[in-house]
């Protein structure tokens, strides 16, 4: 079988857990899978379930997110430009304003420095994002936020079962938003969830997921229907289906036995084959951080990216570029504004083939090309 970049990794454990409810539940909207995959969520993070909302994209957490604790009337959100589309689309499809920020050159993470210089009166929150699932300095980030009086939501997409400094991603901070979309870290078949620490916006988001229905969620956990509802806000139609929510209960019960153990030995197996290689750098990570690595983006120096990528492309090795910087794309500014960090690492980054259905030969491969390209 062909190389893949990054694939979903499901078998008959999840088409066995979906037919179960296409064919004895019969119920595909949200229902009981949905308030179980929620329960079971926050055992694993160690919450309690009312503070995790399901939604149906990560993309849809980090909008709900941003919306519930906006001002009225919108306003700013520092976010690093060294992201996917979807934080920027979020924010705006929240009615407020992404101002990218530069990131650190070691890691590729928001560099509070530039960030706190892109503040204005308007700046309400700061969107960290645990870029290759790594939480660099989010203490730091909630330090700077709490200075600042910002609000934190995290784009914690490819972080989901990483640890920061022995906490869990997702078991402390503001509003944390994860991503279940086919290839990261579990699936539930597109998918994600807010965790939220804050009670209103707990209400809020709930709700905002069913067109804003007052307390919507809990009548239909319960069985039952709102016939009878109240709508004040804005809503949208977000939630998650039991179909979704039943794939995803199987790989939330596969990630700590398989998933986690196989991205860390692939990813130490890359990280020995490639050490002291000339042009080729790791991104740095904290020895006191837990990850799990989503994806592998490594730095090709000097300018032998392209190169690399042709020749390894040559030998039928797909590898990937994440991201294009935000702030280059048209919608966000045409690169109206230069992040000097950004756009010498964007030249620079190269990912690399990660997903639990790799071999370890695959990676001697894989490195094997890159030790005859350099
Ligand atoms: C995957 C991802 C998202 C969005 O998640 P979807 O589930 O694909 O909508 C947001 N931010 C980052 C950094 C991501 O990688």
Known sequence: MALRLSRSIVGEAEACAV?????????????????????????????????????NTGTAALHLAV?????HGGG?????????????????AAGCTPVACDCLPETGTLDLVDAEKRLSA?????MPVDYASN??????????????GLRVVED?????????????????????????????????????CVVSFDAQATCRVSDARLLSVEADAQKRFAGARSWDPDVTRQGWRYHMSNIMAALGRVQLARLESEFIPARRALAALYKKRLAGLDDLVFLQTDPNDYIVP??????????????????????????????????????????????????????ELLTLPL?????AQDVEDVCAALHAAL
């Open 19 to 55: 037919s179960r409810v296409l064919l004895e539940d019969g119920y595909l909207g949200m229902g009981n899978e949905v308030r179980l995959f929620e329960e079971e969520l926050a055992v694993y993070l160690g919450v309690s379930s009312g503070q995790i909302i399901t939604v």
């Open 67 to 71: 919306e519930a604790v906006a001002p």
């Open 76 to 92: 700013e959100v520092l976010v690093p430009s060294l992201t996917f589309v979807a934080s920027f689309q979020a924010i705006i």
């Open 122 to 126: 308007k700046t309400f929150a700061v």
């Open 135 to 148: 939480p660099w300095h989010l203490d730091e980030v909630y330090d700077f936020a709490r200075r600042k």
């Open 156 to 192: 914690a997409a490819h972080a989901f079962g990483c640890t920061h400094h022995g906490r869990k991603i997702g078991s402390f901070g503001d509003m944390v938003c994860f991503s279940f979309d086919g290839i990261k870290n579990i699936t539930s078949g597109e998918g994600g």
């Open 294 to 347: 989503y994806i592998l983006p490594v730095r090709m120096l000097h300018g032998r990216k392209d190169s690399v990528k042709d020749i390894l492309a040559g030998n039928g090795i797909p590898t990937g570029v994440h991201y294009k910087p935000n702030h280059l794309l048209t919608y966000f500014g045409g690169g109206a504004v230069s992040l000097p960090v950004t756009e010498r690492l964007h030249g």
């Open 355 to 359: 997903h639990p259905g790799l071999s």
